[in-house]
């Protein structure tokens, strides 16, 4: 009698390999070195590879290309020749004239009564470094009243609000709002708006406070390449203060700013307690000298404090921020042998004034390529 032995795959039928991923796709994302975003493909079940398809289409891979290609470049680039500022360029408010003084606080607050300053804030992060992941706006700094950051903000612009309609020119005009522009991110800004809701606007008109939303980037390695969150998901983080640009852009509020006769925007980041919305005197000092753009500035407090100082790029060139991590020891060390301060003193601490005009032009020269 004869035996046969039945093979195991008899009887079964094998399974069709997996589709590969979209051709044009995975072609673009060869140009731009970034195929291993696919490379879980085969794992992925139907459901999951319509996802990551999404997900890599929905990214401006040539804006994100760019911007990875520069900040990848930064790095291998040797620091630029760099001069302080020159004190020419920084005013000391204390050590100005009590008419100097008075002179900017007057002419700020004229400008406030006439509804050309508007007030942008930077709020798109979590407070994760104060061990929670609600907005930082809404953090308990610990204060007695237990006011929040947001809170504190507001009733600085109630408070300079009320200045400008005293102030002897604006009387007969009454209360004119500033409009505050709230940049949140994807991650906080349905936390934002509902923090502000529930508290009322803090006593502010709804109708002039303005939330957008800063974009994201997707997250990259050392060598820039996509860090996938999930396998069917690439990672991705606010994309900083630099944002702002094109968050303004896109989401059509520099018209917006125009239209309501706005002239000049004093932007500022969440997370400083002691920071002075609207400031009538910095103000008046930006109009007095006629810049495009200005920053408040605060003395370094020893060479090894980690923050970025403002320098000039060679002899006569642009102002700019340097980071703590591009300076050596000895340059961040370096004395002013004239003053007896820092060489490189002047840190950068997130205070800034801008013209709409300044605002306009850079949102439209660095973004013209990237905002579709």
């Not at 069709?16 to 070195?33: N, V």
């Not at 709020?123 to 947001?150: A, E, M």
């Not at 050392?222 to 994309?239: L, Y």
């Not at 103000?283 to 007095?288: A, H, P, R, S």
Request: some cysteine; glycine content about 8%; overall charge neutral.
């Amino acid at each position: 009698m004869k035996e046969m032995v039945v093979g195991s795959d008899v009887g079964r039928r094998a399974t069709p390999p997996p589709p590969p991923p979209p051709q044009a796709l995975l072609e673009r994302l060869k140009d731009y070195g970034q195929e291993g975003a696919f490379a879980m493909w085969d794992e992925l079940s139907p459901e999951e590879r319509d996802l990551v398809v999404k997900d890599i289409e929905s990214l401006d891979l040539p804006r994100v290309d760019r911007i990875i290609r520069c900040s990848l470049g930064s790095q291998s680039y040797p620091l630029p020749a760099v001069e302080p500022v020159p004190e020419a360029s920084v005013s000391t408010v204390e050590e100005r004239t009590p008419e100097e003084r008075e002179r900017w606080w007057k002419r700020g607050l004229k400008a406030i009564s006439e509804g050309k300053l508007a007030v942008v804030l930077l709020s798109g992060g979590q407070g994760t470094r104060l061990g929670s992941s609600d907005p930082k706006g809404c953090f308990n700094i610990g204060l007695p009243s237990g006011k929040s950051l947001f809170q504190l903000q507001a009733e600085r612009i109630l408070s300079v609000q009320r200045l400008a309609a005293q102030s002897t020119d604006a009387r007969a005009a009454g209360i004119v709002p500033i409009h505050w522009y709230i940049m949140t991110s994807p991650f906080t800004d349905e936390a934002t708006r509902k923090f502000f809701e529930n508290h009322k606007y803090f006593g502010l008109e709804t109708d002039q406070v303005t939330f957008f939303r800063q974009g994201t980037l997707p997250c990259v390695s050392g060598d820039g390449r996509f860090i996938m969150e999930t396998p069917c998901k690439v990672a991705k983080a606010p994309d900083g203060n630099g944002g702002l640009y094109a968050a303004l852009k896109s989401s059509r509020l520099l018209e917006d700013m125009a239209m309501r006769g706005i002239k000049y925007v004093d932007v500022y980041g969440v997370d400083n307690a002691l920071v002075r919305v609207a400031d009538p005197a910095f103000l008046g000092y930006f109009i007095d000298k006629g810049v495009t753009a200005a920053a408040k500035v605060v003395r370094k407090a020893y060479p090894q404090e980690k923050v970025g100082v403002f320098v000039q790029r060679g002899r006569g060139g642009p102002l700019t921020v340097i980071e703590y991590s591009e300076m050596d020891p000895s340059m961040a060390s370096e004395i002013n042998q004239t003053t007896g301060r820092l060489r490189f003193c002047w840190s950068n601490v997130c205070l800034h004034m801008f013209t709409l005009d300044f605002l306009i032009q850079v949102a439209n020269g660095l973004e013209k390529d990237s905002i579709r």
